[in-house]
């Protein structure tokens, strides 16, 4: 009986060995379904498919006014009314009282020399005019007694009370005392000149602006020596350097090639590397009639129509000289592309809009032809990137990449 009890407790490997099995073919199919849907998906992603080598251009933003322009022309905004201001005397700078960027007044005095020699030479010279005036009076009442001695010798020479010699001694002393007063008055002349002469030095101490202006630089601090020449060791030949914002004009080199384009009072459109999003209407103010052999240009000066405050001299422009004035519709910037980059499917443009390495097929509304480009009403925006070839071998979501040039 024992036996029997020990046999029964054997187990039975036939089905153990099975399910082990069952259970390795069903995680083998499972993950090959998996690799399989993996697989699927990144070939529809394009993964596996090489990237296909295309050209770019950009979206840009460009102004009506492109589709009439002329001729375009860099230079520089100048001030056609600029000064060093500066001292006539050769003094110590005492005072400053304007910085890089303040307005002044014509008139106004923007800086002080020393001047206590001046001062001097003035209360000297209102001295002695002083005294010349006080001469003056004296003489005229020497004159005032004398009149009167001679008048009374006259008549009594006439009646014969007195000698002729006493009457002509009258007669003298009148005539000097006239002379006397003669001289007094011109004394107070020269003096009054003195007075005036000591006043303008005293005002070459005050520098002043001479026209309404901006200043540019400061050129000289306070404790400098200031003198006209400029030619002393350590010595400042100006003190501020100003321009007159009002007289600002766009200067260009146009080659002698493209004079003919150029009138004056033509039309022209300027626009400021610091400020690369704003037009400024101007005209040919000045075509200068000498040309620059070296260079083989003419410079021609283009005037701002309008005035603002952000146009600083020394800037950086371009010149778009216009076959006719720019309507008030056209002075907006329109969004534009390359039309080369549209293709159309099912009727519809649409242009392939690249994101890193793929690109997207994107519907475009397109607007009238501007030059070259053509206008974008919507669909991307200024700064996008567009593929402009090959678009044949594009698909939506396909990769791509830029060759390096």
């Given at each position: 009986m024992a036996n029997e009890d020990i046999s029964k407790l054997k187990i039975d490997k036939s089905e153990t060995t099975l399910r082990p099995k069952k259970r390795r073919n069903l995680v083998r199919w499972i993950v090959i379904a998996l690799l399989v849907i993996v697989a699927g998906f990144l070939y529809i992603k394009g993964v596996f498919t090489p990237a296909v080598a295309v050209e770019v251009a950009t979206v840009s933003q460009i102004y009506p006014s492109q589709a009439f322009t002329l001729l375009n022309a860099s230079g520089y905004v100048v001030a056609q009314r600029k000064a060093a201001v500066a001292s006539k005397v050769t003094a110590r700078l005492v005072s400053l009282n304007v910085e890089e960027g303040n307005r002044v007044k014509g008139g106004e005095v923007i800086a002080r020399l020393e001047n206590e020699d001046a001062v001097a030479a003035r209360d000297q010279a209102a001295a002695?005019?002083?005294?010349?005036?006080?001469?003056?009076?004296?003489?005229?009442?020497?004159?005032?007694?004398?009149?009167?001695?001679?008048?009374?010798?006259?008549?009594?020479?006439?009646?014969?009370?007195?000698?002729?010699?006493?009457?002509?001694?009258?007669?003298?002393?009148?005539?000097?005392?006239?002379?006397?007063?003669?001289?007094?008055?011109?004394?107070?002349?020269a003096g009054a000149a003195a007075l005036r002469s000591a006043e303008v030095q005293m005002e070459y101490a005050l520098i002043r602006a001479p026209f309404d202006a901006v200043v540019l630089t400061k050129n000289a601090d306070v404790g400098d020596i200031v003198t006209p020449l400029g030619a002393a060791a350590n010595a400042k030949a100006s003190v501020v350097t100003i321009a007159d914002m009002g007289s600002l004009q766009v200067e260009v080199d146009v080659s002698e090639s493209n004079l003919e384009k150029v009138k004056t009072g033509q039309p022209c459109e300027i626009e400021l590397d610091a400020l690369p999003e704003t037009r400024f209407p101007g005209v040919v103010h000045m075509i200068i009639p000498t040309a620059d052999r070296s260079k083989a240009t003419v410079l021609v000066k283009v005037r701002f129509l309008d005035r603002d405050a952000r146009i600083l001299p020394e800037m950086s422009a371009k010149v778009a000289f216009l076959q006719r004035p720019v309507k008030p519709e056209e002075r907006k910037p329109l969004t534009a592309l390359n039309p080369h980059s549209v293709l159309t499917r099912n009727g519809?443009?649409?242009?392939?809009?690249?994101?890193?390495?793929?690109?997207?097929?994107?519907?475009?509304?397109?607007?009238?032809?501007?030059?070259?480009?053509?206008?974008?009403?919507?669909?991307?925006?200024?700064?996008?990137?567009?593929?402009l070839k090959p678009l044949d071998k594009l698909r939506n979501g396909a990769r791509v990449k830029v060759p390096e040039k």
């Open positions: 002695n005019l002083n005294v010349a005036r006080a001469s003056l009076e004296q003489a005229k009442a020497e004159q005032r007694d004398a009149s009167l001695s001679y008048n009374r010798s006259r008549e009594l020479s006439d009646k014969g009370y007195i000698a002729k010699a006493e009457y002509d001694t009258s007669e003298a002393r009148y005539k000097k005392a006239v002379a006397s007063v003669e001289a007094a008055e011109a004394a107070i002349k519809k443009k649409a242009v392939f809009l690249m994101k890193d390495d793929r690109v997207t097929e994107t519907p475009v509304t397109l607007g009238s032809q501007i030059g070259d480009m053509i206008e974008v009403v919507s669909g991307v925006k200024a700064g996008d990137r567009v593929v």
